[in-house]
């Protein structure tokens, strides 16, 4: 299985509302990503887990929330967002962290903010 | 110092000609470029890449060309195919630096039948 997959594939949110985004692979690897991507842009680093820890944090706004239940699980909890943050948020996953690793990339949740 | 510039924003190309995409950096720490395809609706997908000791890579119909002294890397996409029709993203990174990728801006490329 050398996928990545994100639910939802859209998501619509008021500015009050809480949601969840998901990502999951089973290819073992043990390092996992979310992107943010706007149209015509190319994808933003936001958050970086190795080995379930997180180890990178793009100054991203606290309303963003991430988590890694587990090794194949990767979570971005959305607090309180604007309507600036309306974006595909893409997963990403590689074998490791450090050295030179093909990322996989999800499909991306489309995220609208109202 | 940690950007990539990309060029050009769009491209269109006729089917079985040939397409290029140029990308410069001025980092010389770095030492891994690969390129990515975007189609819409899809997150991006790793095309090829290549590292600054060798000066060409093919797989299949797309070559990367890389000039380390001029800090510039090139894709070029043989028989170019409607199919092709995407945003390609070039990226570069350091070892030092983890996976972390810096992208060029996009060539969104239309490849006409």
């Known amino acids: 299985d050398t996928e990545v997959t994100q639910t939802p594939k859209h998501l619509v949110m008021g500015m009050t509302n809480k949601k969840s985004l998901k990502c999951e692979q089973h290819m073992g690897h043990r390092a996992m990503y979310w992107y943010k991507q706007k149209a015509k842009k190319p994808p933003e680093l936001m958050f970086v887990?190795?080995?379930?820890?997180?180890?990178i944090n793009e100054s991203v706004p606290s309303r963003f929330s991430p988590e890694c239940p587990n090794s194949s699980l990767l979570n971005l909890h959305l607090h309180a967002l604007q309507p600036e943050d309306s974006a595909l948020y893409l997963c990403?996953?590689?074998?490791?962290?450090?050295?030179?690793?093909?990322?996989?990339f999800g499909p991306g949740t489309r995220l609208t903010v109202l | 110092q940690q950007q990539v510039k990309q060029s050009p924003q769009s491209l269109i190309v006729q089917k079985g000609g040939i397409s290029i995409i140029n990308c410069a950096y001025e980092?010389?720490?770095?030492?891994?470029f690969p390129w990515y395809q975007q189609f819409p609706g899809k997150g991006p997908a790793l095309l090829i890449a290549?590292?600054?000791?060798?000066s060409e890579k093919k797989e299949g119909r797309f070559t990367i060309s890389f000039n380390k002294s001029a800090k510039q890397f090139s894709l070029h996409i043989m028989d170019s195919q409607p199919g092709d029709s995407a945003t390609y993203f070039c990226?570069?990174?350091?070892?030092?630096?983890?996976?972390?990728?810096?992208f060029g801006e996009g060539t969104q490329l239309t490849v006409n039948p």
């Open positions: 290549i590292r600054p000791d060798v």
């Open positions: 990403a996953s590689s074998p490791a962290w450090t050295g030179y690793n093909e990322q996989f």
């Open positions: 980092n010389t720490a770095f030492d891994y």
């Open positions: 887990y190795s080995y379930e820890k997180l180890s």
């Open positions: 990226a570069a990174g350091k070892e030092t630096s983890g996976s972390r990728l810096t």
